[in-house]
């Protein structure tokens, strides 16, 4: 059983930074993070592999966002720059614990744990 327990969360104005942690009970796993805006699917936004090599972002918010792990590799960021109204959304963690490959997995169906989420509110 893995743990994930996000941080961070919060209101900001346009064109400010949040920064969102996941603390995972474990280490070593794929890691990422998707986010649900009101009335929407909850959709991925970033990943990182398991062993920190590899990350993937969606088109919308390359160059602002930076995922990235400690080097215990039990804890993941989420640096969030220059945000839009557009990124508000209920924010979530979520680790693919089977996959040992060099990529990233994007389906939620991929990632077995999830955090509880954090709320992130972008004001215009």
């Known amino acids: 059983q893995v743990q994930l327990a996000e941080s961070g969360g919060g209101l900001v104005q346009a064109g400010g930074s949040l920064r969102l942690s996941c603390a995972a009970s474990?280490?070593?796993?794929?890691m990422g993070w998707f986010r649900q805006a009101p009335g929407k699917e909850r959709r991925f936004v970033v990943g990182?592999?398991?062993?920190?090599?590899?990350?993937v972002y969606i088109d919308s918010v390359k160059g602002r966002f930076t995922i990235s792990r400690d080097g215990a590799q039990n804890t993941v960021y989420l640096q969030m720059n220059n945000l839009k109204p557009e990124d508000t959304a209920v924010y979530y963690c979520?680790?693919?614990?089977?996959?040992?490959?060099?990529?990233?997995?994007?389906?939620?169906?991929?990632?077995?744990?999830w955090g509880q989420g954090t709320q992130v509110t972008v004001s215009s």
């Open positions: 474990g280490s070593n796993y794929g």
């Open positions: 990182i592999s398991w062993s920190g090599d590899s990350r």
């Open positions: 979520a680790a693919d614990t089977k996959f040992r490959g060099s990529g990233v997995r994007g389906r939620q169906e991929d990632y077995d744990y």
